[in-house]
């Protein structure tokens, strides 16, 4: 299995800014993915994390408002940017040690947007 | 398109009752699919996954093709299960591997 840890936890933020999130994984994993998950709604994919290239995003995700790193197996960001209370959101890190393997979440990083 | 739907927000039972959270979905290939849970003040984990055909903490999920459904049943429910599940579906394509959720049934076990 993989233990992910995400920072911050938590963050209030105001309108217009920026903030970015780290995910950890505690060993190598093929894939890494962020999800977002809206108040009283289900996960929805944001994109996935490519190592040296750039994200996969899915529908209605732009990497101009969520641009993504992830420079080795172990390690992404995502960037929430020029923030609007729309983007309050609980976001997650997932990780899969192969494309068919076992999804593993981080804790989530709970923003709220002013 | 691919769709996952669970049609409770929240069930209540009482402990010792039996439980059971539906899950239907909507995909034109063959699918795989899990359960995943997530305790108070946790993170999310998976309780099970079809091609697993296991026993997790007393819930089991048969996945009915023809009904497109994948239920998760428990003969006796227990306080500790209280908790949010999401049935999900992997999908395949353009982001390989991620999965898609549905919107949660939130379980509460009354003593």
């Known amino acids: 299995s993989a233990v992910i840890s995400q920072k911050p936890s938590r963050d209030i933020c105001q309108r217009g800014t920026s903030l970015t999130i780290q995910c950890q994984v505690d060993?190598?994993?093929?894939?890494m993915f962020w999800y977002r998950q809206q108040p009283g709604q289900s996960l929805t994919l944001i994109a996935t994390a490519n190592q040296g290239s750039e994200a996969t995003y899915e529908s209605g995700f732009v990497i101009d408002k969520f641009p993504i790193s992830r420079p080795n197996l172990t390690f992404s960001t995502l960037t929430v940017s020029n923030m609007s209370p729309e983007d309050s959101s609980i976001y997650l890190c997932?990780?899969?040690?192969?494309?068919?393997?076992?999804?593993?979440f981080g804790p989530g990083t709970r923003l709220l947007v002013l | 398109a691919q769709r996952v739907t669970q049609p409770e927000k929240l069930l209540s039972v009482f402990k010792g009752a039996p439980v059971e959270l539906k899950c239907n979905y909507s995909y034109s290939g063959s699918p795989e699919l899990f359960w995943y849970v997530q305790y108070s003040r946790q993170r999310l984990q998976l309780l099970l996954r079809h091609i697993s055909r296991e026993s997790i903490k007393g819930f089991t999920a048969d996945l009915n093709k023809g009904e497109t459904s994948f239920h998760l049943k428990k003969p006796f429910a227990q306080e500790e299960d209280s908790a949010m599940y999401y049935c999900a579906l992997r999908a395949y394509g353009g982001s390989q591997g991620n999965l898609i959720f549905g919107k949660g049934t939130k379980l509460s076990v009354k003593p």
């Open positions: 997932s990780g899969a040690g192969a494309p068919l393997g076992t999804q593993y």
């Open positions: 060993s190598q994993v093929t894939m």
